[in-house]
């Protein structure tokens, strides 16, 4: 996939150097997933998964259910813990860091949930800075002892995601699209640069699914932030996706853009009978 | 006899036997402990009338009642100490035990165990045990609750914990936040309406099992209780019967405000 980039943009000659060349490659991959290997106790969930992926790009991760892609998602963050393999994020082996540089890591990396994971007892705000914990000490984080400056950070991601209205609003009396704002606002209030959304749509009806897609989009395309989600509906996926990534039993099996995403392809990610039914 | 026929059959046989089983059981130990049950009925309408003869406080059982009243605060509050402590500990406890907060499996199996341990000895038994090892005090029946205590709130605490906060526990954990901010920001706030419905419960039971306890201690309202009833004094125990009954249903009301106000 390196190829094809490099093709589309004018290097001047003088520059088009090996050094030059390298360099671009290194800073292309802000993500790299080796040989990644995941059992279960016996069950095997990933098998030497390898992929690449670069800063700014909205990839879309697809296949049945059991497929490995929750888990593949949580073994980027360290939510799930790999078996073997190596995922280098901006030039660091994530699955060696313990402690503190594991905090580190995980505070420039955004995660979104199906069931949005809020602490819903709490207001909006209280919610979305919980988001700056990771750059917290102890003494502060657990006192929830904020500056004025994160303060104002939340409330403009809060306005991003249009929910200025409910910054002191409990999150319980929210709706589910809502609440996923929220996820996406305790997400950006980070300063991530990536962003793993595991299923978030699942939950959501039609027109609040929307929603959360068009901002995902929206931060990609504006904020520069990378976006790697996880969809149940390969349609969402095609549609938003500037790349797809497809697993069955834990392979992946396809990679490539949603152009080239055919019905034969979908068979063979999702198997013959359930492809059929995806298509119609 | 066709299969289903015959299964039928099986079954009524079964029960039948069943049935006749606990008959027997029931006519055995009747047999050893000489009880009659239709005896038992036949004395219920006199039981009735000696109540009320001899439990309807008197003159006398209310000039007693200034110490009754006093003995009686004594017993609401040793609850209420026995319970909260218990609650702080049962609290650290459960944080080690709960599937979604603790440190490692082997802390987290110990801390269950411990609570199962201590929820599984009855209340009155840890009270003879303290009662062997520290006298008749109130330091004994404080124990005894604070105890008994302790394994059952640690246990409903972990369910409460597992229940309530392990996405948000997930969240934050992505987020990069260390443990001390995980408990104090996503369990403490997502459990602890809970938990003070659970600490209210168990003040209520402990003001009730502390009259029990201070029956066998010699301390608070059951000690009151048991000079009265031993010198014959019944309708100055029945005082202490009624004093009681008013204050459990009074703190059940209170708790029940509490808990619609915090949930």
Known sequence: ???????????????????????????????EVKNLTKYYKDVLALTEVNFTVGKGEFVSIIGPSGS????????????????????????????????????????????IFQHYNLVTRLTVIENVLHGRLGYKSNIAGV?????????????????????????YRRCDQLSGGQMQRVGIARALVQDPAIILCDEPISSLDPSSAKIIMDYLRKIQNELGITIIVNLHQVDVA??????????????????????????DTIHHIYGAEAGELIIN | MPAVGRYFCRQKLKFT????????????????????????????PRVITWFFTNLIPDTKAWERFPRILDKLIETIFMSVMATVTAAVVSFVFAVMGSRTTRINTAIGGISRVVASINRNIPIAVWAMVFLLAFGQSGFTGFLALFFYTFGFLTRAFIETIDEASSSSVEAL??????YPHIITQAVVPSSLPQMISWILYMIETNIRSATLVGLLTGSGIGFMFSIYYKSLQYKSAALVILSLVAVVLTIELISNVLRRLIL
């Open chain 1, 1 to 31: 996939m390196i190829v094809p980039i490099l093709t589309n943009i004018s290097v001047p000659k003088a520059w088009a150097s090996a050094d030059y060349f390298n360099q671009e490659v290194i800073e292309m991959a802000q993500l």
């Open chain 1, 68 to 111: 490995g892609k929750t888990t593949l998602i949580r073994c980027i963050n360290r939510l799930v813990d790999a078996t073997d393999g190596s995922i280098h994020y901006e030039g660091t082996d994530l699955l060696t860091l313990k402690g503190s540089p594991l905090r580190h890591a995980r505070a420039k990396i955004g995660m």
């Open chain 1, 143 to 167: 006192l929830g002892i904020y500056s004025e400056h994160e303060k104002e950070k939340a409330i403009e991601v809060l306005s991003l995601v249009g929910l200025e209205k409910y910054v």
């Open chain 1, 238 to 263: 095609k549609k938003y996706a500037e790349r797809i990534l497809g697993f069955n039993s834990g392979r992946l099996v396809f990679d490539a853009s949603p152009s080239d995403l055919t019905t």
């Open chain 2, 17 to 44: 036997l069943i049935f006749l089983g606990l008959v027997l059981i029931y006519w055995t130990a009747s047999r050893i402990t000489e009880f009659n049950l239709i005896d038992g009925f036949r004395a219920a």
């Open chain 2, 173 to 178: 954990r992505a987020v990069g936040a260390s």
